[in-house]
C-alpha cells in the first residue's frame, strides 16, 4: 500500500484548506480497510486527526478538530479528503495519511504512512 498525501500549504487563522491522500496498492487485501489522518506539530508528539472505513464510510474525528474538519473518500479514485475549516494557529503541522485497519488507525499505529504535507494557519 502506497499512500501520498498532498494539499498543504499557508493559510490566515479561519481559513479553510483541502488535503487529499490518493492510495494506491491492494488495501482490502492488505487489511487496510481505514484510512487516518495524523499530524504532528513542531516539537510536538504526533496525534491522531481523523479515520474513515474505506467500504462503510463510518468517520471519526479527535475532539481538537470535531464540527471543523470533515474526512470524506472517494472510492472510484481511491482518494481520501481532508477539508479543514475555520483553522486556528494550533493546527499548524504536518499532516499525514495512514491506512490499516479501524482499530490499528484509531490506535495510532498503523501500519502503512504516506509522506507528510505541511499546514501553516498564520496571519
Known amino acids: 500500500v502506497q499512500l501520498q498525501a498532498s494539499g498543504g500549504g499557508l493559510v490566515q487563522p479561519g481559513g479553510s484548506l483541502r488535503l487529499s491522500c490518493v492510495s494506491s496498492?491492494?488495501?482490502?487485501?492488505?487489511?487496510?480497510?481505514?484510512i487516518g489522518w495524523f499530524r504532528q506539530a513542531p516539537g510536538e508528539r504526533r496525534e491522531f486527526v481523523a479515520v474513515?472505513?474505506?467500504?462503510?464510510?463510518?468517520?471519526y474525528y479527535a475532539d481538537s478538530v470535531k464540527g471543523r474538519f470533515t474526512i470524506s473518500r472517494d472510492n472510484a479514485k481511491n482518494m481520501v479528503y481532508l477539508q479543514m475549516n475555520s483553522l486556528k494557529p494550533e493546527d499548524t503541522a504536518i499532516y499525514s495519511c495512514?491506512?490499516?485497519?479501524?482499530?490499528?488507525?484509531?490506535?495510532?499505529?498503523?501500519?502503512?504512512w504516506g509522506q507528510g504535507t505541511l499546514v501553516t494557519v498564520s496571519s
Open positions: 495512514a491506512a490499516d485497519g479501524w482499530r490499528a488507525v484509531l490506535s495510532g499505529k498503523p501500519q502503512y
Open positions: 496498492g491492494r488495501t482490502s487485501s492488505s487489511g487496510s480497510d481505514s
Open positions: 474513515i472505513a474505506w467500504r462503510r464510510g463510518e468517520t
